[in-house]
């Protein structure tokens, strides 16, 4: 039996493996994939979630990986009205750096294995979690197959779950809960795409979005973002679809055109949806595999880094005092719902302004005529100015 098993060596896992390897405890990693592997993601890491990266010991491996910096966001509104802001000290907040980076998921997630294949860590790639084993109220491990095909038994101490929005623990504990906002991702690259600055950008026209990231010199990162219902029906010609909605938003058709899109698109939905904290001890759960609610914020990378911090925060304590029950765990659940409480709320609120036409024009107007707040709310999007620090604009 060893100390921690993590399931999912992304982002969050990694981290989580990581970090508690650096604390001494017996950490055994398993992931379905061989790394690199693909993986659909708008490829953006904030400001704020470099300071972890530093942390983990990463950071100058990615910018050596080729990693590009985004100095800031370029909006552009329904009515054609465009805003800038950078990534820049707001009040007594300063941003770890001041920028954020763009960079293929490929090479991100490659990156944290091979920083997890230098830990003290058992990491074994190519085994598939299939189960999770309960006994007496708490999980004690979880049925795997090797790529051999043979089926194990693997127990710990403790089990963290970071094994994504597909979450087999999440799933097999009956945690998982649809949401109401049922929106999809269709995501693809560009290359020639002109004028491509130091920002990224974002283009809104209700109901859809579309966020353009570059990766690498010369291949963009474009993301469309569009309601659940009107994609399904296309889910057999994703192409056909994509391209026929690009023209229909007339100012990201411009900014595209001459464009070429250089890799086939692949389709992510719904985006989001719900996980109930677990009703049983033994088991924590980090990143994707906790919940995913949209990815306009890009929250998705520094939410994975930051709760496998707090994860590893609790799973020691756990752990040290021999106490890994529903009750012992909770810390996790409740200073990760308290730290992330704020940037939801300012999600939601974004969404609805993504859905009403007249009132993104208006915000935007809002936010041309006050760039303090703009730099107050690209620095809560970039992780580094609290929520609350909006409500002092």
């Excluded at 080729?66 to 909006?75: D, E, F, S, T, Y």
């Excluded at 020691?316 to 810390?331: K, M, Q």
Aim: hydrophobic residues 45%.
């Amino acid at each position: 039996m060893t100390d921690v098993l993590v399931v999912g060596a992304g982002p969050a896992g990694a981290a989580t493996a990581i970090l508690l390897a650096e604390r001494g405890l017996e950490v055994l990693v398993l992931d379905r994939a061989a790394f690199p592997r693909p993986k659909i993601c708008g490829e953006y890491v904030s400001p704020e979630a470099a300071r972890v990266l530093d942390r983990l010991g990463v950071l100058k491996a990615l910018d050596a990986a080729g990693a590009v910096p985004l100095a800031g966001m370029r909006i552009t509104a329904p009515d054609g009205r465009t805003i800038e802001a950078r990534y820049r000290p707001v009040g007594p907040w300063r941003p770890y750096r001041d920028h954020a980076l763009a960079l293929p998921r490929e090479t991100f997630d490659a990156t944290l294995a091979d920083r997890l294949r230098l830990a003290p860590v058992d990491f074994r790639e190519r085994v598939r979690v299939t189960d999770v084993v309960v006994e007496d109220g708490r999980v004690t491990g979880v049925d795997a197959v090797g790529a051999d095909g043979t089926t194990r038994r693997f127990t710990a101490r403790l089990v963290v779950a970071a094994d994504g929005r597909a979450s087999v623990v999440a799933q097999k504990l009956g945690l998982r809960r649809a949401h109401r906002l049922q929106r999809m991702a269709l995501v693809t690259y560009l290359g020639g795409l002109r004028d491509v600055a130091d920002v990224g950008e974002i283009f809104v026209d209700p109901p859809d979005y579309v966020i353009l990231n570059p990766v690498t010199p010369g291949r963009v990162n474009m993301s469309l973002v569009v309601p659940l219902a009107d994609a399904a029906r296309f889910s057999d010609r994703p192409e056909t679809f994509f391209t026929a909605r690009v023209k229909q938003l007339r100012h990201v058709a411009r900014r595209v055109a001459g464009a070429d899109i250089t890799a086939r698109i692949r389709a992510l939905g719904p985006l989001a949806y719900r996980v109930a904290p677990p009703n049983v001890g033994g088991v924590l759960l980090v990143g994707d595999a906790a919940g995913f609610y949209d990815p306009f914020t890009g929250e998705g990378v520094f939410t994975a880094l930051r709760s496998a911090e707090l994860a590893a925060d609790t799973a020691a304590t756990a752990l040290r005092a021999g106490d890994c029950s529903v009750t012992a765990l909770a810390a996790y659940e409740r200073t990760r719902r308290a730290i992330f409480a704020g940037k939801a709320r300012l999600t939601h609120a974004l969404q609805l302004a993504i859905r009403h036409r007249r009132l993104a024009n208006f915000t935007a107007r809002v936010l041309a005529g006050r760039p303090a707040m703009l730099d107050t709310l690209l620095g809560v999007i970039g992780d580094f100015v609290p929520p609350r620090a909006l409500l002092s604009r």
